[in-house]
């Protein structure tokens, strides 16, 4: 429950530490901040309670999500620096409206009532607004921005119109009593029309086929930082809370609702694959295979009662390994015009170890054992055949071997083209970044028990 | 002592190669594979001894998973040959011009750590890590350090990684399942479920889709001969000699004991499969034109027939196919040394242009020709005796299985000896050509004296297996499923 003290304070110190004209100091002193807050967290394990009034509720699920989503946030604020470096002045507010976000992200996955999960998803996406339009001067950042907004705000209004009619139908906002409610009384439809609205606007904002048009878009237009963020940390966030949202009610799905709930997950994967394939800017190409794992996630919320620390491994593994790439994205288009996939040529013999380190990253996305990603996907297929699921787990066999093209595709420009432009010294925080994420993500693949047991 | 520490040396070896830098990195993975063949000699002997060299370790708690290493005969036969090969394979580059060494060699010492581990695993998953590990390697091997054109080659070597990885995913879909059925990845607890029928078939069916690949069988087989002609002749070497033998090795450990019901009822099928291979094959082989391509198709002849003495499910076709893989592994090695010593000295692939070497080279001609007789089952040969055995055994399942199967031998030694003729004899050619270095002709000396020793004397080898095959001839055949 401090966390989001910690974190909402920080965020406030970061905008006040600017007036003071301290602005060489801010990253560190974020990251220092949010260190603290990750330790604070974590000390709240095991803990079992509401707070005012059950608008937050610390568990162990929400003390698992909050953890991952404050280190990928350490590492993803940490590279402010340099990419902001054009526009120092201005740090603070970039800064300052990540730890916001993080603070809505926090806030969505420790929700104990309705309302406080739609502030949360609020302050979440109108930071990321803003982040995607950030780069003011440039039109694709502009239309980016614009894009994610309208579609955005309508999803949000969805989500509203969907606790409305679950209020409507139930009374309450609390989750615990809803909770208690859906089990027993006879239901009204529209709890269950107000479920489907709130699925509508997850799915949305977990950018799931055929939900997904606004993402590829707005990926490529906002700043690669932005990007970045959304493709991770707002990416499992959006998961997470909608996982959240359906076990928290407790409301007994129906056998047609997991049957919609696989249709998408299986063409979120095969289309965010497919698509991915024709793809020739890398921040494209990261989008639409966000979009298949999305996909892959999606997989977890069939027989949703067990399947939560199987879904937290996978958002971590892929959450990591997307900062490890994109880490690696950021430092090689950091003078270019834009993210296209000949950038990378010969980038093996440039920089061997960053080379490394993305071909790390995109193995792990491919789910090459070793890596954590093949543990995370391995735990789902088992999750999904255990819940009697075969077709979907057949699809993300064949999605597998699909992605594996695109991912390859990266890696061979690395090591077997010529490079076009002359060797650049790469900057060590971009270094430090990805092997950081790639080490956590190699960790959890050699040593699962660690982390598989968490909620 | 036990096991692991064969595959702690391997994986030191790929450390170490790398770092002792370019100049320094062969003798590093030479020297460290040299020990690694010793450590593995010394656990051979504890074996033998009637010691337990086998290991288990706890790694995972839920899902349950063990880093359980075997150290029954099989698997002891099956790492004798990773690592009596992997010295020969990296004596056979010495000489060679080779652009960054350390990754190169590191590769090497890395591969051959993930294949003798896959030999080794009893438990499902880290099996199937230690196989996806060794694709990894090999790609790059064959991507970086290949021959002809860049985009030729690309294409080649991504249809081959794109293919492999698609079957083994059908193999951890079925370890998926397995988990479900068994609660645990163990070899034991797998091989002793009681399956039905449909899911004995569907998960025969996904280990197939995998082995068949990597084998290859027809009509898996396509990513083959453009793969072999485009890596490095190590490259080719770790790929025909080794790992091949991992798909065929799985079939013995994993396919069969855990869905004996479906191997026995489409065991006709299956050994069809494997004899197709062997017409194609030898057939193709008789056409080609490339002297790589040409060994390529002769190994896939030669590996059918040991996928049919695999599949007759018989005692003698299971020890037989294990004595054809050692001794397939030598051979092929070998022939791929002599190929790429000519196309090094020749600077051609094209058997045509090829010729006259004889006069110049005696030593190089006479090794030549003894790596050719053994590779076409001569008798005293190693391979005569792993062939014989195979052929003995689809002998008793079908006259006409063993006439097929026999056509390997008739048919290879025609192409063999006709590229011979064309390669080595004939009027002297205008290129002068250097006989053979000492380690080149170290490595030969070794293979021929494998060759022979086997080939006169094959009871250690069968001694060491036997144990092993029997205990998967009786969880095929045993009617309740017990261990």
Redesign the interface.
Known sequence: MNTLLIITGLGVLCLLLEILNFRKGIVPFTVVGLLVALGVTMNDYGLQKGFYGNMIVVNNFSVAFSSIFIVLAILLISMSDDFYRREHAKISDFVAIKVFMLAGAVAMVSFGNLSMFFLGIEVLSISLYILAASNRMNVRSNEAGMKYFLLGSFASGIILFGICLIYGAMGTFDIAEISELSSSAELPDWFFIGIVLLTIGMLFKIAAVPFHFWAPDVYEGSPALTTSIMSTLAKIVAIATFYKLLTGMNAQLSVAYEWVLLSVSIASMTLGNIMALRQENVKRMLAFSGIAHAGYMLMAFLNLANSASVLWYYAAAYALAGVAAFAVVLNVCRDKQDENIYNFNGFGKKHPVMAALLTGAL?SMAG???FAG?FAK??L??HA??AGYLVV??AA?IN??IS??YY?KLI?AM??KDALDPVENPKPIYVVVAAIALLLNLAMGL???LV??LI | MDVSIVLILLFAGALLSFLSGDKWASKTALLTSVVALGASWLVLCKHNAKEVVGVSYL?????N?HVALSGDGLSLAMLMLTTALLPLIILSTFGRNIQNAKSFYSLIMFMGFAMAGTFLALDG?VY??FW??AL?PIY?IA??WGSGE?KDR?RAV?KF??YT??GS??M??AF??L??KAGSFMWTDLAKLDLSKTEQIWIFLAFFAAYAIKIPLIPFHTWQAAVYEKAPTAGTMLLSGIMLKMGLYSILRWQLPIAPLAAKSFMVIFIWFGLAGVLYGSVVALRQKNLKKLLAYSSLAHVGLIAAGAYTLNKDGLSGAVLQMISHGFAIVGLFLAADIIIDRLQTREISEMGGIRSQAPKFTSMFMIMVLASVALPTTFNFVGEFTVLYSLFFKKVWFAIIGGLTIILGAYYMLKMFQNVMLGETNKKPFRDVSWSEGLTFSIIIAVTFFFGLYPKPINDLIAPSIHQIMFLIHSGPRLL
């Open positions: 193995l090459i054992p070793v093949f391995f735990g297929f088992m055949i255990n787990v057949i066999v597998s071997i594996v093209g390859f061979l090591y077997t040593f699962p028990s598989n047991n | 790694w995972s708690q839920k899902p998973i998953f199937y890590i996806e590990l990894i790059f991507l970086l860049h690309q991504v990684f794109i990885f698609a995913l059908f951890l879909a998926a399942y988990y479900t």
